[in-house]
């Protein structure tokens, strides 16, 4: 490997923004290691994301701050979902950086982190972009870590509600994570062999999913069906059960509204179970742990090459760069071809 | 290992009875092993627990019934909460165990069904029970099978949900299993090293948790409280939230509670996790195959003795019988000193 | 979606070839979906391989054959390394096909299968290959099923080597699949942070070995070198030791032989663990049973679209048909490129 | 909780010794908690067990110290195989406990550990002990830490030879630990339902094992024997093979010493696999953390109550003290009633 331009950039700075997510810690670690092994440079982190620009609050990125880190969930970083844009100024940024001798910065975030990082390099200032999305949602790159480790614990948590509904001839609705896009329905779906998958891009009705429940009961089995946080039924359907009406939505998501009424349509007892906050902590897989430390060596490279307004991304088995402006274009949906083939397969 | 009166005793039955839990079927395994291979008997399975008495629905067991079944979760036989004296009599249970030959029954199941059989015992049925409580609150036995698996889901989820509060300074709260006794709350939060521990045997406040959020967050940790389904805080302080007023329990457990109050009482931005039925399902882990195996395969050693009204039980590292009483005589609960040995050391 | 041509296809056969391979199941389970799903056509299996074919060993495959079977590890087909080419001819296997009314066969196997099978369909068998490789060094497809569970089970695996180095400050030296490339070892080691990674395509001295375990127990750390089956020290090196000279592979493999080697060299205590088999068997991951149902469903569109000597490939996120010959045109192995980023990252 | 002479007692030292053992930073966490919320001591720890005595290595245990370690594998404080009595004497350990104003220390240790701690105990050292073994074979004591989790590892990892198997109708030997005592074996041959056991306590030919192997075949199974390092078969049986012969016991162990004797005998076709070190590292299940914790507690206690000479002990769920000799008073080892329930019932 060429050293590039080592002398001229010698200090690149880090945040992590928005939602935690498994990888966080081993793109961190894998861009010390980059910065200060293949290009003689420095890695310095902000704390808890833009605030940590605002605030000015730095720390040190040594050797021993990144040992065994990889592994772990979450950001040792911190995050926040600080808008650099609301509390300060592409100026302010840009006078940050300078102050801190800081030659480029690595924004890690989602959407919207993103949104201010193209804002802030359309401004000047050098910037580069990891994206970051449990969701699976942005566009501009095949697929984002964090995303592999939740389907991957949503298709644990199912395997053992099958076995429960099995046990009692039950029906069991999971909830998982979606609220826009729903990969992680349709892939813990499709990977737990469940009976039925709803998702936010495509509708159905509860004429559907009680068709489902049936088809599986009539064979013997204790029906599964796995819903995305943000699927909706057409309208009216759910109104009937006054979900919209209790204007608790925490108290209640789409999975604990379908279970009455599932059950009062089939007369197969039915239980809801929301995965919730346990798909996006812990532990990453180790596809996560590869891909998020191949961002963050790349990541350092674009730095390096001063490719500012671009972000890391997944093309295949390639890790290239696409303008940030890729990322923001439109939500990454699943077609409705993904989607038919799932529901036709395995409804 | 003598034979014991094998030509007496040719068929064995055997129901699994109230919720599923992890280790049901190593208990068929081990004891359609044991009656074949030491007792030369044979095992008879009722379908759907005491429903397939009183329906006479029965399948038999061969090594091919088994096999590979140990380490999967839930019942081969299936499960209800069918009561064998409501829906029928002690003189029709004798009749239906007679039809078919069958010289004692193994009954596995919870508080209710031990009631159950120790009644049908003492009306003359040979039966021998095997206790069954994923929350460890039956009393006779040490331990039974199905709570080491609840305990390390437990704990694997909040080891997850602890990486995501700390990356965001946040609060979890984490409701796990245990209406009456908190035994899965204590040993998954020790297990953890949660900030608090909060169980239905014991009393704690408002203020009590929100001391040790406090100190928690004092120490720069995202502080993790881990309650039992059935712990409520005293008189007057949950009904200011209204909890109880919204009469729909399900939808909004302790731990949903809870963590607005926490929230509005610290300043701590605090969520919710309801790890609900993931607790009971899948996998069992290797401890409860274990106890599981061994407690199926002295059943049928108990049924060869003809212990009627009797039930396995862990005492130590043995395997013992003890009467059916025993199990009744009032819950196991968490003791003070080990509540408050947990709560100061982890508080 | 449209059905295509069902009434010329009515009988479609499967057989799974070579080593088994976590996802073997959720092909067979997933190409009898859509098979009866979505073209009204009907799935049989070929028993172990392609001995079935050469024995007519052929076993009907409805919805109860298939229940649960995704989340199982092996193949509920069986398999074998029988070769058909060599117990037969293309004109039996296409009696067999015929006698059976058998319009296309899908055959699941790995280098050698999927030669053989290019071969029969030159010769106008109906064939369509699903490629598999536990190795991923298959040409004609981003990756195969069975290699994400790989990499995860040897990271798992490797995750606690590193406690029990760090503990004693031993050097573990882990020795991982990979008799050609080195694709598990890249993964796995970069996804724990090994200290050092070994693959068969690219050289390194003891020298260099030995360098890293130095640079990490100077900082204080157990190293931990991940080295695949397949690599060799240079000419000389190894043979110091005599390792070639035992003409006992089995009993010591390359780890085996490089532990001595080390601990000699750096005064470092040095252990061997050979993870083995355990890499190839069990449930496997929700990564690799997504693309394994995607590959069995495509598998079946490609025999009704009649696309004879193809094999389905992921590309992307997309999965395609591609001719048989490119899996055959040689190994994909590890490039310079992304073995000196992670050997220079993580060394 | 009363406070027990806080005033008396103000610093506690802690060391760990031996192999690693999952569990160890458990012990080192709560010791800590209990010492410093309970009784208003301090705990110091010893690095590298008693070689950290002999050299004056310490390290000032804080709450940031112990903050998140219960979970991980290894000790933080190192460990090491040194002796106490060999490096030096009873006055030596004094005149450093004396020197650093210890009160009194906690050994975490196995045989050869508890055994020195007896012998300076003797000698008026203050000193409680906390057995540790992952065998499961020290006396005095229900279970140790460590040992669930070895089981589950290895329970796991057959759980996955178990697929492999079966795919191939391959025999897989499954060697793990257990040198003088079989516990690790039996309980995970029973867990995982494995066709036959092996254990150093019990003599088995290898017709017996060959007989195993048949029925298991013939029932169209993928036979499954596990072994523990310790196995050995009677006299001249494995002469043959000139495994002995070898002198070379890390490059071949008993498990690759069987597996060609089985499939000569067999005919079929037989692999090994040594689980080895992979058993011991890593994350503890919550039973060992639970466990750990418990006894690190209790052994503050003790030292706090002054109680000389004893180590801490499960029995049955309470956590008790036992005078250090009960752990030296001879192997736990598998009772013959406990070894052929389990190879009747299994095998």
């Known amino acids: 490997m060429t050293l590039l331009s080592a002398p001229a950039t010698r200090r690149i700075g880090l945040l992590t ?10 793109v961190i670690r894998s861009a010390h290691i980059r910065a200060t092994r293949a290009h003689g440079a420095e890695l310095v982190g902000f704390r808890n994301g833009w605030r940590g620009i605002l ?15 990889g592994g772990r969930g979450g950001t040792v970083l911190g995050s926040s979902r600080t808008n650099p844009l609301e509390g300060g100024s592409t100026a302010d940024v840009t006078a940050v950086l300078e102050r801190h001798g800081i030659d480029g910065l690595i924004a890690v975030g989602g959407e919207g982190s993103l949104s201010a990082a193209k ?6 200032v050098p910037i580069v972009g990891v994206p970051k999305t449990i969701d699976n949602d942005l566009g501009g790159t095949d697929y984002t870590f964090g995303f592999d480790t939740a389907v991957q614990i949503a298709t644990d948590a199912m395997d053992r509600l ?25 892939n813990s779906g ?14 159905a009705s509860l004429e559907t999913i009680v068709g489902w429940v049936r088809s599986a009961r009539d064979r013997g089995r ?71 430390s191949r961002f963050g060596s790349n990541a350092v490279d674009a730095v390096i090459e001063q490719k500012w307004g671009s972000m890391v991304s997944l093309r295949g088995t390639d890790i290239v760069t696409v303008p940030l402006a890729m990322a923001l274009a439109g939500l990454k949906l699943v077609s409705t071809q993904r989607y038919e083939r799932a529901a036709y397969c395995f409804g």
């Open 17 to 26: 923004s928005g939602g935690d997510c498994p990888g966080l810690n081993a």
């Open 55 to 69: 605030d000015e609050d730095l720390v040190a990125i040594d050797d021993r701050f990144v040992e065994g880190i």
């Open 119 to 124: 804002t802030l390099a359309d401004g000047g």
């Open 162 to 186: 099958l076995t429960t509904g099995e046990s009692h001839g039950r029906c069991m609705v999971a909830e998982v994570m979606g609220r826009n896009a729903g990969w992680i329905a349709l």
């Open 190 to 203: 499709i990977a737990v062999g469940a009976h039925g998958i709803l998702v936010p891009e495509h509708p």
């Open 222 to 292: 204790g029906p599964l069906i796995v819903v995305a946080e943000g699927f909706g039924l057409p309208d009216g359907q759910l109104s009937v059960r006054g979900h919209e009406a209790s204007g608790r939505p925490r108290l209640g998501g789409i999975g604990e509204a379908l279970a009455p009424m599932i059950e009062r349509a089939t007369g197969v007892e039915t239980r809801a179970a929301t995965l919730g906050h346990i798909q996006r902590g812990g532990t990453p897989s180790a596809y996560d742990r590869v891909l998020a």
